[in-house]
């Protein structure tokens, strides 16, 4: 996962993933590294559960955990994260 913060690009496996609550249903949901995540923690609400650890394969719509997946772009509240499984990034 990559850091949404302009200019930070940090890049970890796991990372937070938040939203601005002020912004409604329509809140994008985007990841966030614990330095970028520091400034902001009184404005954005963390997005609870499997969202941020699970996402579909772009190849074979599988779920996979996102440690497994490769080149994973978040998704939006209503579908999950998505990326490369490792059989379909071999194939
Ligand atoms: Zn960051
Ligand atoms: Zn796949």
Do not use: Q
């Not at 949404?4 to 970890?12: D, F, K, V």
């Not at 590294?33 to 997005?47: K, R, S, T």
């Amino acid at each position: 996962m990559r850091c949404s913060g302009e200019a930070c690009g940090h890049e970890e496996r796991a990372m937070k993933t938040v939203y601005w609550p002020e912004e409604g249903d329509e809140a994008e949901e985007w990841p966030m590294c614990e330095g970028c995540y520091g400034p902001v923690a009184d404005e954005v609400l963390i997005v609870p559960g499997p969202v941020a650890c699970f996402g579909t394969c772009k190849g074979c719509s599988d779920w996979f955990s996102l440690r497994d997946l490769s080149e994973v772009t978040p998704g939006g509240r209503r579908s999950a994260p998505s990326g490369i499984c490792p059989s379909c990034s071999a194939a």
